[in-house]
């Protein structure tokens, strides 16, 4: 029987913008929300509020839903388990979540693959870790291997006086990761979406820019790549993505040296960031993809509507009226696409992005930031 | 202070089609549905189930609303008088609706205008409407004043021995409107966005092919219109915008003679079966600058994506299960849009639609013909 209602767990933005695709498709949506006005439950018919780390809640939500998948990636894999066991559908899977959920999972993995990494040593303590500097060379990343985010649990750190930093909150089951610090001069990322079947599509290399540790730009297709990168950078998605049989959206993120190469930095598993430009640039949305590839749907073309395609994050800033500087900055670039999540503006928070599209990379990019800076700053 | 909250009255379709378009721009949706599991019951959060003539359901309703919009035409003028009273805004407001209402009262205006119409009187019963045919020939057109949709509420009376027909099931408060015959090549369709500070936009004029009273095709933008002919008729349209002071998306329904001079046929103040092409084929769909003009947000630019769009109504048929249909439509043709309406199959019902965008007109009529027959068709 084919799918018709996906339960999504996370009442964030990313299931938020999941809903608006997943209208036009006649696939329903049921949404476990951590609160009755949370992004997402402004705009889903049926909610249930409840706790995704208690196994009772999510066994009766998912009782309504012919599959499952994700507004982030924080479900025990224990849970994800059971749900398989009561004959539900997961995407991704847990096997494949768990490269997303643990960095030390991933880093081993993708190594044991040949896909290129940073070298990096699970590290017990200060000492194991100033170890690992003195032989790749200070400074050292470190980052726990699990519950990290938007830059929350990564130190950079410069020589061994730093390095009891990582290990002053211990967590249980949180191990710390050491990695070689990668001199990148950019950061890339390559989206893939994968149904069960196995097909998959790629979406072009995007370049995406991070501001302490959260992504602020996007540029699509990203600037000066060879044809040759390019292809070489999807192949490895693509590679990923079927290795680690990730069904729905796999975003591989890359950071790349001034000579060309890459490692691979994170992986997630679920409609990200460094795709939101493709709601308004591609020909299908990474939301419309995601949703087909969980419904075990046939994907959507992925490539761009417009040669070029600048987003633009808007941060909690000085404006607390949105849609107010919303409808100023329409009124002065209509064809800008403005997305806003319903959220409280909270200084340094994600409450919506822009996105432009057109034939001028350097245009696209001004009248995106032009946008966005209008909406964080206010009525000017 | 701004709209935050967009009351949509009736919960077909378009309302559904809103709120997809409604969730990019922040604002909240409330639903007046008829039914729990209508059309845009399925997808919005807040639904209240009542009856739309009702003046005190809609009152209640309209409480957590700061404007109210339309699924359909058919709420009571004295109930949106009734909520201007109470201080909401209601977009269209009804002098304008009116004249989306009442076919008598549409055509006193616009011939009032110098807008070209067919001839047309109020007849009072068969010796009435014999003595029209007479005087302008037959055929004759004799439609209700109120409550016609989709080929319903008219009639092609041959002859004076059909004259009887119209008359033959009165209805409290309506009239029959005789109007002469035209005998036209083909129907257009003109949309127009207009906030109530008067901001106006204007979306390419698109064929429109009716079978049996139901738009089942559009073509954007018409073939074979030349450049004072697209101006002349846009213009039309937009003058009828103005001067009946609609907000909102109208769509103008145009007769076009061989001889390439229209007449208008009908008026309808929200989005239109004629526009739908606009959400894969338009800059702005039609039900983003709906919501944009009833919220006095800046209209978004109409302009095509791609060169030709070419709309096919999915009509219920012989195939009851439109998901299954819909996966072979995608592999079949990975670029074809499908959206469905949530709508349980019945024959000649709209239950979706297909629309396919290019550069090449034939080829894309080709496109989402073939995914419309299979959809409708099943499996084949």
Redesign the interface.
Known sequence: M???TIGIIGGGQLA??M??A????????ALLAEGPDVSA?????D?TVGDYTDPATVYAFAERCDVLTFDHEHVPPAILRGLIERGKGVHPGPDALLHAQDKVVMRERLSGLGVPCPAFAVVDGPRDLIAFGERTGWPVIAKTSRGGYDGKGVWKLDGPHNAGEPFAAPRPGVRILAEEFIDFSRELSVLVARRPSGEERVYPVTETVQTDGICTHTFTPAPGLSDEQEAEFERLALRIAAELDVTGILAVELMQRSDGTVVVNELAMRPHNTGHWS?DGA?TSQFENHL?AVAD?????TGT?QPHAAMVNVLGGAND????A??QV??AD??A??????KSVVPGRKV?HVTVVGDDASEVRRRAQAAADHLMGGQQ
């Open positions: 084919s799918v018709r938020r913008m809903h608006a997943s209208i036009p498709l006649g696939l329903r949506i439950a402004q705009v889903v018919a909610v709601i020909q087909r749907l046939p994907l959507g073309p509507r009226d949105l849609l107010a919303a409808a329409l009124a209509p064809g696409r403005v997305q806003l999540y319903g919506g």
